[in-house]
């Protein structure tokens, strides 16, 4: 089975600074690997997905993660954070074949500070 | 232009009253999921359809059905609502079962029980 854990509960940054949100993943198989975020009273949105190939990933609003096997990592990161950014990140895994579920992460409150 | 519609998005019932949630898409996809999300946790699979086959997670409670008349529908009945049973709850739908694909989500229906 896969499991998720992100590091940090709660993640508060000034404005206009850099942000990474940690996650770390636990499987005995190959995993695709996924970043979603959720704003206030909202469903999920997909910042970013690694599936193969490049470790290093770009996603929407300006987000990257990068993937470390040796590690089992995934952090999110930004290099300059917008107020629009504060909103709760979950990281999911799940196993590269069959159809077994997303397992999520706990997530990370970002709270961007003017 | 909504692609995953959640209907109602704020739902107040009483204990032990039944209720439905209903979820729509206009993506044609195969696939739809049913996700409970108490507050500050991860999102939580309760069940998905592929088509018209039926998959229940293991520790899903019976007080949990759920129907999906056509691909565009799907709804969620909680037969006896308990306090227990007050959270968010999510749609996604894919496009097909394989783990790369992205599921996309609904904004929610936030349950209170009373």
């Known amino acids: 089975a896969q499991s998720v854990t992100q590091l940090d509960s709660q993640v508060p940054v000034f404005e206009e600074a850099p942000v990474e949100l940690r996650c770390n993943y636990s499987?005995?198989?190959?995993?695709?690997l996924f970043w979603y975020v959720q704003y206030p009273n909202q469903g999920l949105q997909l910042l970013l997905k690694?599936?193969?190939?490049?470790?290093l990933v770009k996603g929407i609003n300006g987000f990257e993660a990068e993937f470390n096997k040796s590690q089992t990592s995934f952090h999110l990161r930004k290099p300059s954070v917008h107020i629009s950014d504060t909103a709760e990140y979950f990281c999911?895994?799940?196993?590269?074949?069959?159809?077994?579920?997303?397992?999520f992460g706990k997530g990370t409150r970002l709270s961007v500070i003017a | 232009d909504a692609m995953v519609i959640q209907n109602p998005r704020y739902q107040v019932t009483q204990f032990g009253k039944p209720v439905t949630l209903s979820c729509s898409q206009t993506?044609?996809?195969?696939?739809m999921y049913w996700y409970q999300q108490k507050s500050s946790q991860a999102p939580k699979l309760l069940f998905h359809?592929?088509?018209?086959?039926?998959?229940n997670e293991a520790d899903t409670p019976d007080n949990f059905q759920s129907r999906r008349p056509n691909t565009s529908f799907c709804f969620l009945d909680i037969r006896s609502p308990g306090l227990g049973d007050a959270a968010m709850y999510l749609c996604?739908?894919?496009?097909?079962?394989?783990?790369?694909?992205?599921?996309?989500f609904g904004p929610g229906t936030r349950l209170t029980v009373l």
């Open positions: 993506l044609n996809h195969n696939v």
């Open positions: 996604a739908t894919k496009i097909e079962r394989e783990a790369y694909n992205e599921q996309f």
């Open positions: 499987s005995s198989v190959s995993v695709y």
């Open positions: 690694y599936l193969s190939g490049s470790t």
């Open positions: 359809y592929y088509d018209k086959d039926f998959n």
């Open positions: 999911a895994v799940t196993r590269n074949s069959g159809n077994t579920p997303l397992v």
